[in-house]
């Protein structure tokens, strides 16, 4: 941190901004202004169906679309909207748009029965209280069925703050939702959770999918994964398939869910809903173009 030569502002330097210099109070008032007007938006990466093949649904992602910048990423700006509150406002956006588009996803394409959104939680919403009424208004006001959406959080927020984590954790699982662990793997490995709190899936991290097929470590812990889920009756999704390799692993493993460049990269609602809502489906099944 180094200090600026107005005297009261710092400097900082966070990961993820590049080697741009910028300071923490400007960007958090940037970021309230951005979600003022309207900059920040919804993609979807689909979900696909490991044995059929059918992209199912999608994970909603935010993005930051900059008047001058162009797009940022979520890195760039979702810790700071941890530290600074915003992520209540972001966060009520995503979901808001998720289950209205979901719902729409859902009209058109009544023959996909299993048809879900997922949605990232980030520890500080799952300490808010607040995030149970967003769930519930969320789903009333757009119509969709609660068991499609399911609320992706992290293992750190499960040991973060354990107790008032369950609760809100039960809370929202008694809309009707489902929960998912995100990243699963990579935090406290710690599997009494996976009693304690009411989760319905696991995704199996990047960092393990990377190395299927190469790295026999990467191997066994997918693979330990898939059955441990398996045998708690959870749903798993194996995240960041890039490659053909990677896909015939996590189908020999048994994955239910894929999502990944090899299928998709996110995408905007309207080319979902074009996606799920066809009729045959080619296998192998094209990769699409980004947004
Ligand atoms: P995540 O929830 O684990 O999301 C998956 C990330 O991996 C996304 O990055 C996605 O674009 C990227 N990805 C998907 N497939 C591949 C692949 O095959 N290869 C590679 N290399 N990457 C792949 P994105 O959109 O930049 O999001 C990064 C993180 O930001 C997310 O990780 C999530 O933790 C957070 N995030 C995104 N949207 C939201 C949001 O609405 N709310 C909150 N609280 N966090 C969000
Ligand atoms: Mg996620
Ligand atoms: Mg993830
Ligand atoms: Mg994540």
Known sequence: ??????????VVYEPGMG??????????AELAAAIRNGELTTVYQPLINVSTGRPIGAEALVRWQHPVDGMRPPDQFIALAE???LITEIGKLVLN????????????????????????????????????DQ???????SGLEPFRLVLEITETVL??????????????????????I???GTGYSSLAYLRRFPIDMLKVAREFVD????????DVITRAIVELASTLGLLTVAEGIETTQQQEHVSALGCDLAQGYLFSRPIDAEAVRALVGEQDWPQPKPALRAV
């Open 182 to 184: 995100d990243d699963f």
């Open 135 to 141: 769930v519930r208004e969320a789903l009333e006001a």
């Open 159 to 180: 040991m973060h703050d354990r107790d008032a984590a369950a609760a809100t954790l039960w809370q929202l699982k008694g809309l009707g939702v489902r929960i998912a």
């Open 83 to 85: 530290e600074s509150g």
């Open 211 to 218: 190395g299927l097929g190469r790295d026999a470590h990467d």
């Open 19 to 28: 080697d741009t210099t910028v300071s923490r109070k400007d960007t958090t």
């Open 97 to 132: 748009d998720a289950c209205r588009q979901a719902a729409r996803w859902v009209s058109e394409a009544p023959a996909v029965n299993d048809l879900l959104v997922t949605v990232n939680l980030s520890a500080r919403q799952v300490g808010d209280d607040e995030i149970v």
């Open 1 to 10: 941190v180094a200090k600026r030569s107005a005297g009261t502002d710092f």
